[in-house]
Each structure stands twice: as C-alpha cells, then as structure tokens.
C-alpha cells in the first residue's frame, strides 16, 4: 500500500509504557480509534492502510485478518490495550471506527467492539460514537442496529453529487442514496449527521461543487467536512496524472472552491472550527478529532493504527495479517515508537492548531515565531489578538501561515 509509516525507535513487545507517560492518565480526554483496514473497492486517489478482498488473497483467510474474524482481532487488541494502561480509572470520551469502510463489517461485529471499550474503560456520560460509513454500505435496519447497539454520530462518505465526478474518485455508490441513509440515520436516532465531500477532483466544474454543496445542505447535516483532493504518491491517481492521462488539481480552482463551501456553509447555519471542518453548532464539532489536534490520549486499534499516550506515540504493523497474528500470540501489535521531547510537542502545536477556529496561543511561539506575527496581521493572514486565528486568506494559504510561524 502506498502510505508508508515511520521508522521510529524498538516497541516493547509486552507494550509496556514508561511510568512518567501513565502517570499523565486522567489529565487529558481519552479516546479510542479503531481502524477497519477493508473496502469493497480501492479508489484511485486513496493512500489510507485499506485493502480489497482481491488484495488481500488467501492472507484474508488467516485468523482476524478478514472481515469475518476482523472484531475479535480488534477486541483483544481492546483487552491487549486496558491491560497496559493498568488500573487507572480513565473512562473514554470519544470513540471512532473508521478505515476503510467500517459499515462492512456486521452491524452486530461493530457493536460488539463497542460493548468492549465500554467493558474495559466505561464511557464519560457524554460519550461521543462515531462511525464512518459509505452510503451503499447500509441500509435502515444496519443503521438502527447501529443506534441501538451506542453509536450516536455518522460521517457519510458523500465526496460528490455529480456522477462523473465520483467516477473519476472511483465512488461506487449512486449519489441519490446519500439523502436516503441520512434519512434512515435521522429516523434511527442518530444526534449527530455528518457528510464528506472532496473538491477539485479532475473534471469538476464550478457548477458540479456547487451543486454538490447545495445537495450535501439539502439532507441538513449537523457537520461537514470538505477537504481539497491531494494526489498522494503512489496511488492510481498519482499513476493517471503522470501519464497525462488527467490534470493536476489547480491551486487557484482549489481555493475558489474552498471560499464558495465556506459560503455556502456559513449560509446554511454551520461555522468553521477547524480549516476543513464546519459544524452547525459547538456541540456538532468531531470530539475525537478535537482530540487529536490538541494533543489528548488516545489508542489506536487494528493495522497501522496510531496511539499516543503521554508523549509517547506508537503505530502497529500495517498489514492485517501480521497484525492478526500479533494479536493472536498475545503481544504488541506496535512496530515501533517516538517518545516525544517539548520542542517536538511544541511545533506539532503550531501546526495544529494554528489550524483551530479556537487558535493558537501566542505563548506557544518561540521567538523568532513571534517576530512573524506583526507581518502576518498585516497581510491579512491571521487576526489581531492572542490566541492567532486565521483569516479568510489565512485559511486558504495555512501551510505557508505555519511555516512563516516556525522559522
């Protein structure tokens, strides 16, 4: 698969922690990912840690590297992670199944890995549940299955209304259904509703993203999510555009359509809390990903999974038959490790969270980085005032905004 994870330092096989990272425990939320590594089909712009039965071959046969024995793999991952954590009374805030395509699992296997964490850790009252889902994934009875069994926020993997364009994504699902599951979603008593789109895929005019975004505002979502097209190395996209075969995103494209969601968002009730992300009220906002911007707990289950703890950040092997067997010996499903130091924490703060509607505390700045903020209000980038927000054209150029704050 084309993402590659990172070298990192030897992981204790026993998945032990250092004492000084479980003793931070409890300071800040905790929350669980768990990632379902399967697809019914590989989309062409795609480099997650995902995989096709096809890909897969007879290695899917192999116990808890298919989809059939996926849940119990990631429930002893579950117990696995409850016994290194120790005794701690932590409860879990936030959960998150995504992949992949999570929905293809049974109903009853994510319910399942669900009850689990609740066993293990127990949930803060006001437990976010998440699930993504692709809209041909489920049905009425799958989503009420889901409701009843915990989960209580969706994230629909809309990406586009226009036919052509999910062609070019190699979208199976006919755009039609995605206002019919958020309907059954509504009716089986989902709190919260959320949409994906992409924009500035090869083909997209105008008229086709703003037809998309009219489309995703029709089903009333209570989130979006609308994320620019990145043409990752090594997927079939990449491949396509080095034959010529499509156009590479244009940056101006890209950034009329970033300005024409955020009308269309801010028209329809729903306000920015992070560069790609609207909700339409405080309440709506991704917790779980909340957490990861600004550095809370969290443990990743399933292959290539990431996990962070006091510090100490961890992944797991990434293909699902070595981490099957992991698994299934009993021992760390992690590949390797990074402890942390303050500089690192320091500058992964600037780069997320200059990224926040919340912003970024100008005490977070070294010198040199503070020297740059005058510069920045003047042309527009970010606001007045402590912590550092951004612009309107802030937004749109963020990553030069974060290098200009990390000289």
Not at 15 to 41: E, M
Not at 79 to 92: C, K, N, Q, Y
Not at 199 to 216: C, K, N, Q, V
Request: charged share 25%; with cysteine; aromatic share 6%.
């Amino acid at each position: 698969m084309p993402s590659v994870l990172p070298e990192g330092d030897p992981a204790p096989v026993d998945g032990s922690l250092p004492a000084a990272a479980l003793a931070t425990l409890g300071q800040r939320p905790l929350g669980v990912y768990v990632h379902v590594p399967f697809c019914s089909v590989r989309c062409g712009y795609c480099d997650f840690n995902t995989y096709t039965a096809t890909e897969l071959g007879r290695a899917g046969d192999a116990p808890g590297a298919s989809q059939a024995t996926y849940a119990d793999a990631a429930i002893a991952e579950i117990r696995f992670a409850r016994s290194v954590l120790g005794t701690a009374d932590v409860p879990v805030s936030t959960v998150f199944l995504g992949g992949g395509t999570p929905t293809l699992l049974p109903p009853a296997d994510l319910v399942r890995i669900l009850a689990t964490i609740d066993a293990e850790f127990g949930f803060t009252d006001d437990v976010e549940v998440t699930t993504e889902s692709n809209p041909d994934s489920v049905d009425r009875a799958a989503l009420a299955a889901l409701r009843e069994g915990g989960f209580n926020r969706i994230s629909f993997g809309m990406q586009s209304a226009m036919p052509h364009v999910l062609s070019v994504l190699d979208r199976t699902h006919d755009p039609r259904r995605v206002p019919q599951v958020v309907a059954w979603a509504r009716e089986a008593g989902f709190e919260e509703v959320s949409l994906d789109l992409i924009y500035g895929t090869p083909g997209e005019a105008a008229a086709d993203w703003r037809a998309s975004l009219d489309a995703a505002l029709a089903c009333a979502p209570d989130h979006v999510s609308a994320y620019a097209l990145i043409v990752e190395e090594g997927t079939a996209l990449a491949r396509q555009v080095r034959r010529g075969e499509v156009p590479m995103p244009d940056d101006d494209d890209l950034a009329d359509k970033y300005v024409a969601a955020d009308e269309a968002l801010r028209a329809a009730g729903l306000d920015w809390y992070e560069v790609s992300n609207w909700a339409r009220r405080p309440a709506s906002a991704c917790r779980h990903n909340v957490g990861y911007w600004t550095g809370s707990d969290w443990w990743g289950v399933g292959p290539g999974a990431h996990s962070h703890v006091g510090g100490v950040r961890w992944w797991n092997v990434k293909h699902p038959t070595a981490y099957a067997a992991r698994i299934g010996r009993g021992v760390s499903a992690a590949q390797a490790r990074e402890t942390l130091d303050d500089e690192t924490r320091r500058v992964e703060r600037v780069l997320l969270e200059t990224r926040l509607r919340s912003g970024l505390p100008a005490e977070v700045l070294d010198d040199a980085g503070r020297t740059t903020v005058p510069e920045l209000v003047g042309r527009g980038l970010v606001e007045p005032g402590d912590p550092l927000v951004l612009t309107m054209r802030g937004r749109l150029l963020a990553d030069a905004v974060v290098r200009d704050l990390l000289p």
